[in-house]
């Protein structure tokens, strides 16, 4: 019997003095993404964004900390929340499951990055916190 219940992720912009945002590569995909987890309808998305940034880079966030991007739609069936952290990261520490992160300017990456984060996720930061001039 197959499954017709939407796979909810949540994603979490993490950013440094600088706004580049922290992108990572876990080896099992394509292209650099934003850290992220799966959750089920009862977590609390923005708790899970708290989570996903201590366990992949030992960050330790504050929910009042975290701004409600948007919710993506990142293929069939699969929902992201997005979070923008708006504290910046200053030493991330990976856990041994990121074999690879990058520091990316979103207007121009230099690293390959999902269609999603490219075509809406990035568009949508730089159009919600500008950067300074």
Known sequence: M???SAHELVAVVLRDSSGRILVIN??????FVLPFGAIDSEVDPALAAIAIA???IGMQLEKKH???LGTYTG???TQMHVYLAQETVTNPQPNEEIPE????????PDVDVAPL???SVFP???KLDPPSA
């Open 75 to 77: 293929g069939p069936k």
């Open 66 to 68: 975290l701004r409600r």
């Open 101 to 108: 992160l990058a520091w990316v300017d979103p207007a121009a």
């Open 2 to 4: 197959s499954s017709t």
């Open 26 to 31: 876990t080896g099992d995909m394509p292209a």
């Open 124 to 126: 949508a930061v730089e």
């Open 54 to 56: 201590h366990e992949a």
């Open 117 to 119: 984060l490219k075509d």
